[in-house]
């Protein structure tokens, strides 16, 4: 979306998320690509590779703090963007544990921080934010291809599917709530890549991936509805 499309100047994209990893080269990226970006962290006192990206921004990117799994930290935020609008809302958010386990052996605690983190917290932060996005614009999340039912082929990761699952359910849910909105709405299936959730034997790059996940996210810009989509914009099955 070009600035005279939204009709207010520079586009602007909103990341949750983006100390480092993924979220970090996606604040990249859409800073290369001509955008703005407010990327959050979980702690501005803390200094990541976001603070180092926005040394070298010129003003266009800024920090804000947001831990995803306090919700006393929504409001706070909200009250400081409030005369901001964006173009793309995008929620990159993700933990795992017990990679092994099945999910009957997995402990209730560690069932909780992975449902809270990639499911619940996530969809607080579109509730809690959402107005703050423009009528025409695109809200995302970072899904998983894991989190498709039908391809579930190889069990494994079970709680980490389980939640991934339960993610594309409540954002599905939201979508149907704003049906009567032109806003689009995406589900990324990123592929395994190497990050630290990822690991260092998945087959794809950050560097190559993130272009790729932009790429997919705009051409949605304009496109009301929800998408479940992979890195090449293939529809991901439930």
Do not use: C
């Amino acid at each position: 979306m070009s600035s005279t499309d939204t009709g207010r100047g520079t586009p602007t994209a909103l990341l949750i998320g983006a100390s480092r990893g993924l979220g970090q080269a996606m604040a990249a990226e859409f800073l290369d690509r001509g955008w703005d970006v407010v990327g959050t962290v979980r702690d501005t006192t803390a200094h990541t590779p976001l603070h180092d990206l926005a040394d070298r921004a010129g003003g266009r990117l800024t920090i804000e703090r947001l831990d995803i799994n306090e919700p006393g930290h929504l409001a706070p935020l909200h009250e400081r963007l409030a005369q901001r609008r964006f173009d793309v809302l995008f929620v990159n958010a993700g933990t795992t544990n017990n990679e092994l386990t099945p999910i009957g052996a997995v402990p209730t605690a560690d069932f909780v921080e992975v449902m809270v983190t990639n499911a619940l917290s996530p969809m607080r932060v579109i509730e809690a934010l959402e107005d703050l996005v423009s009528p025409t614009g695109l809200i995302g999340v970072m899904s998983s291809g894991q989190g498709s039912i039908t391809n579930n082929t190889n069990a494994g990761r079970e709680v980490y599917r389980g939640s991934k699952a339960a993610l594309n359910m409540f954002m599905r849910s939201f979508a149907v709530r704003q049906a009567g909105t032109r806003r689009g709405f995406v589900l990324m299936a990123p592929g395994w890549i190497r990050t630290a959730l990822g690991g260092p034997d998945a087959p794809y790059s950050v560097e190559e991936s993130v272009p790729l996940l932009l790429d997919v996210l705009l051409s949605r810009l304009g496109t009301p509805g929800l998408a479940y989509l992979d890195r090449s914009g293939r529809t991901v099955p439930w």
